[in-house]
């Protein structure tokens, strides 16, 4: 018996942890019982060496570490956390919720790559985190798609609330751009469900508006089921 994984996906910026928050808080009040994961597991030994990536200890641009080492960085994060936070409450038939997952590798690395080498590196991807290492593929995929300069103005009003600095992915706004251009291309070919974050004209959508859209696609997905997406 398997559990059912869903994935909360999202360039920086896009809004993830707001809608993960707001999703988790409807679950709790239909009583639907379910596990939060939030990768990566930045306070885990872990994470240890996507630290060092993300604070420019390999490089001070992100395309000085290339995808398939950057990548790996990630996954041995999520098979420590797979081995030692939920694997057993997966397995028991469990619905996990994830803010960032295997699919944060094809957001963020394959930009690093020529366009059409691109479905290639998908298809490692995949095939790495859920053939070798054996982590569960997520059931489905909700990507927030923010426009980069509106991803970025959000980024940037973050840091200045918190008094913090962006990590390197963060700070590099052609690297936003591409990376929404990666994300769009995975959502396309690996069947993520696509949730737009800002109207025709630009303007960021109600955070209340984007929740209702994605408790709709989960209603209509079936929570806590084994249905495969």
Not at 12 to 37: M, N
Not at 52 to 68: I, R
Not at 148 to 157: D, I, S
Not at 177 to 188: D, I, N, Q, S, W
């Amino acid at each position: 018996m398997s559990g059912t994984l869903i994935v909360f996906e999202g360039t920086d910026g896009s809004g993830k942890s707001t809608q993960l928050r707001l999703a988790c808080a409807r679950l709790e009040q239909e009583g639907i019982p379910f596990r939060r994961l939030v990768f990566p597991q930045y306070g885990q030994p872990s994470s240890a060496l996507l630290r060092m990536y993300l604070n420019g200890d390999f490089g001070p641009h992100p395309a000085d570490v290339n995808p398939y080492a950057a990548s790996t960085f990630y996954a041995v994060d999520r098979y420590a956390s797979w081995r030692q936070v939920w694997g057993d409450y997966y397995q028991a038939g469990g619905l996990v919720i994830a803010d960032r997952y295997t699919t944060s590798n094809a957001v963020h690395q394959a930009g690093k790559l020529p366009e059409d080498q691109w479905p290639d590196f998908f298809r490692w991807l995949y095939d790495f985190e859920y053939g070798k290492l054996g982590l569960p593929a997520p059931d489905l995929v909700l990507y927030l798609d923010m426009p980069t300069e509106q991803a970025a103005a959000l980024l940037r009003a973050r840091e200045a609330a918190t008094h913090t600095a962006g990590d390197i992915h963060e700070t590099d706004l052609d690297y936003l751009a591409l990376c929404r251009k990666t994300a769009l291309r995975a959502a396309e070919l690996l069947g993520w469900q696509r949730i737009p974050c800002a109207g025709d004209g630009g303007a960021v959508r109600p955070v209340q508006e984007i929740h209702a859209a994605i408790w709709d696609c989960l209603s209509h997905y079936g929570l806590g089921g084994t249905q495969n997406g």
